[in-house]
C-alpha cells in the first residue's frame, strides 16, 4: 500500500443520489473516498446499488444529485471515455467484449494509440500485459471461443492496456477459477504497490478481507459501513450486508424425509470427444444432484450436451423414461428439460427486454388469442405472480431485466421454466455472482422444485453450495465421473481433494 497521508483521494464521491424513471431509487447519498495506491472493497447483497455506483464513477449513467472529484478537482463525466481519457478504467461485470474479434483486438480495442502499431508491437504490448499478470493466452483466439473466466480476463487485460490510476472491477472473479482468481489478485497487489488504485466489487468475502486495505458496505443505496479493512470482523459484514437473511441458508438443507422417486433423468455412456465422457448418471423425482469439479472439468459442456446443445455428443438420454429420439434443445425442452445456463446474461434473457417479455416468453402461444394474438394483460399477470413466488426485487414488471441486480435476473431466468411443463432442471452455476441473500433464495427455490417432485441436476464452483443443497454431489475430473458421495457424508476438504486428482 502506497498511500502517502497528504495526498489527496485519487477519486471521491460526495452524496451522490440516482433514481430511475421508473422511480426506483437505487442510491441514496453515497460517499465513498478511494486513497492512492490502495484497494478499496465495495460490498453489499444485490440491489444494494453498488453496480449504480460503479457506472456512476465510471461515466456509463449520471448521479440524480451529488458530485465526484478527481485527483481533487471536480469532474462530471458523461462518457465512459471521458472517465477513461482522464485515467479511470471499469470492467463490468457484463463486459461488452466484440465475440467474433480476436483477443488481440479486443484487448487494444478503441486505444487510440494502437491504431498507429502494427501487429508485431500489439501482439509485444499484449505479450507484456500476459506477462505482468501471469496469465496465458493465445492472441489469434476468437473470444467467442473463449470460457467465460478466459473472457472475464480479456476484459481485464483490455483495463490494463490504458494504463489506468484507478481500475473498477465489478464481480472479477464470479466467473474465474481458483487459479484464475490467484492471478487476478497477484497482479492487483502488484500494480497496488506501483500506484494503481482499485475499486472492487465482490460478493465473496473472503476475498475483501484478503485483498483490500478499506471497504464500504452499502444496504439499500445507503452506506452502513466505511472502515479499514484490518479492523473489521467477518461477522461484521455479513450483518451489516444481510442480517437475519443469513440464516435463510439452512432452508436449503435436504430434508431426509422426502422419498426419492423414480428415475426421471437417465443418462448413459454419454460422451463429446475432446470435452468430457463417458459418464452415467441419474436423478430421481425428489432428488437434488451437484456436480463438482473444477474449471475445465467438463461440467458445464455435460449440461449442455444434455440439453441437445452439443451436436458432437453421443450416448443415451432418458426422460421420464423415454428416450429422446432425436437431442436439440429443442426437442429436449418438450419433453420436459430446462436449462439455467452458467452466463444468464448472455445465454438465459434478453437484457433489454422487460421483465415481464422475458418471463412470459416461452409460454407466449399458451397466453395469446387463439395461440396467434398475445394477450399482455396475461403475460403481466404471469410476471406479476413470478414477482410474488420467486421474491424478485423490481419497481414493476416493465423494468428491463438489465436493470436488476444480479440475483434478481436469475430469478427471472427461473421464472421462464416453472410455469410449463418442465420435469428435470440443469442449472449451471445459478447462484454465480448473487449475494449471499439471493444466494438463500435460490437454493430454498431448489429444494422447493425437488419437494414438488422434480429432479435437478446442479452445477457450482462452490461446493458449500452444492453441500447446502443436494441429496448427492458426483465430482467430475477430466470430463469423468470420479466419484459420488452422499451430501451429508462429505465435506468441502473431501471434494475439492477428489477433484484436484489428490
Known amino acids: 500500500m502506497t498511500d502517502s497521508p497528504g495526498a489527496p483521494p485519487v477519486f471521491a464521491a460526495l452524496d451522490v443520489h440516482k ?29 444494494a446499488g453498488k453496480s449504480t455506483l460503479i457506472k456512476i464513477l465510471s461515466g456509463v449513467e449520471v448521479a440524480t444529485a451529488g458530485s465526484i472529484a478527481w485527483q481533487g478537482e471536480p469532474v462530471s463525466w458523461t462518457s465512459p471515455a471521458q472517465a477513461l ?64 473466466g478466459a473472457r472475464q480476463m480479456v476484459a481485464i487485460l483490455q483495463a490494463l492496456a490504458r494504463r489506468p490510476s484507478l481500475i473498477l472491477l465489478d464481480e472479477p472473479t464470479a466467473s474465474l477459477s481458483p487459479a484464475e482468481r490467484d492471478i487476478l489478485f497477484r497482479s492487483i497487489r502488484r500494480l497496488r504497490d506501483q500506484g494503481t488504485s482499485f475499486v472492487y466489487v465482490s460478493h465473496f468475502l473472503d476475498e475483501i478481507l484478503d485483498l483490500t486495505d478499506h471497504l464500504t458496505v452499502l444496504r439499500d443505496g445507503r452506506v452502513v459501513a466505511d472502515a479499514a479493512t ?22 436449503g438443507n435436504p430434508d431426509p424425509s422426502c422419498p426419492r422417486g423414480e428415475p426421471l433423468l437417465e443418462v448413459e455412456q454419454l460422451r463429446s470427444p475432446g470435452r468430457f465422457g463417458p459418464v452415467t448418471l441419474t436423478v430421481h423425482a425428489g432428488e437434488v444432484v451437484g456436480l463438482a469439479g473444477l474449471l475445465g472439468s467438463g461440467r458445464t459442456e455435460l449440461l449442455q450436451a444434455i440439453f441437445g446443445a452439443d451436436r458432437a455428443a453421443s450416448g443415451m438420454v432418458r426422460i421420464d423414461g423415454r428416450a429422446l429420439p432425436r437431442r436439440s434443445p429443442h426437442h429436449c425442452v418438450r419433453a420436459g428439460l430446462a436449462l439455467v445456463p452458467e452466463d444468464r446474461m448472455r445465454q438465459g434473457l434478453l437484457r433489454d427486454w422487460e421483465l415481464w417479455r422475458n418471463v412470459s416468453l416461452p409460454y407466449v402461444s399458451g397466453l395469446s388469442w387463439r395461440r396467434w394474438f398475445p394477450s399482455r394483460r396475461a403475460e403481466l399477470a404471469l410476471a406479476e405472480r413470478a414477482i410474488t413466488d420467486l421474491g424478485i426485487v423490481a419497481a414493476s414488471p416493465e423494468v428491463p431485466v438489465g436493470d436488476l441486480s444480479g440475483g434478481n435476473a436469475q430469478k427471472v431466468v427461473f421464472a421462464k421454466w416453472l410455469y410449463g411443463s418442465a420435469r428435470v432442471f440443469l442449472l449451471d452455476e445459478p447462484c454465480a455472482g448473487v449475494d449471499v441473500g439471493a444466494k438463500a433464495d435460490i437454493i430454498h427455490l431448489v429444494r422447493q422444485l425437488a419437494a414438488r417432485g422434480h429432479g435437478v441436476l446442479i452445477v457450482a464452483s462452490e461446493f458449500e453450495e452444492l453441500l447446502g443443497a443436494c441429496d448427492r454431489v458426483m465430482v467430475m475430473r477430466r470430463g469423468q465421473i470420479a466419484g459420488e458421495y452422499p451430501a451429508t457424508a462429505t465435506d468441502v476438504r473431501e471434494l475439492t481433494a477428489l477433484a484436484s486428482g489428490l
Open 19 to 47: 433514481t430511475y424513471s421508473s422511480g426506483t431509487q437505487a442510491l441514496r447519498g453515497v460517499s465513498l473516498t478511494v486513497r492512492p495506491g490502495t484497494v478499496h472493497g465495495l460490498i453489499g447483497a444485490n440491489g
Open 230 to 251: 484490518a479492523s473489521t470482523q467477518k461477522s461484521d459484514l455479513v450483518e451489516a450486508i444481510v442480517g437475519a437473511r443469513l440464516g435463510r441458508i439452512e432452508a
Open 85 to 148: 481519457a482522464a485515467g479511470l478504467a471499469a470492467v463490468h461485470q457484463h463486459t461488452p467484449l466484440v465475440g467474433p474479434l480476436t483477443v488481440l483486438d479486443n484487448v487494444f480495442l478503441g486505444l487510440r494509440d494502437s491504431r498507429r502499431w502494427d501487429a508485431d508491437r500489439r501482439r509485444r504490448e499484449l505479450a507484456g500485459l500476459l506477462d505482468k499478470i501471469g496469465y496465458d493466452l493465445d492472441a489469434a483466439q476468437i473470444v467467442d471461443d473463449l470460457s467465460v
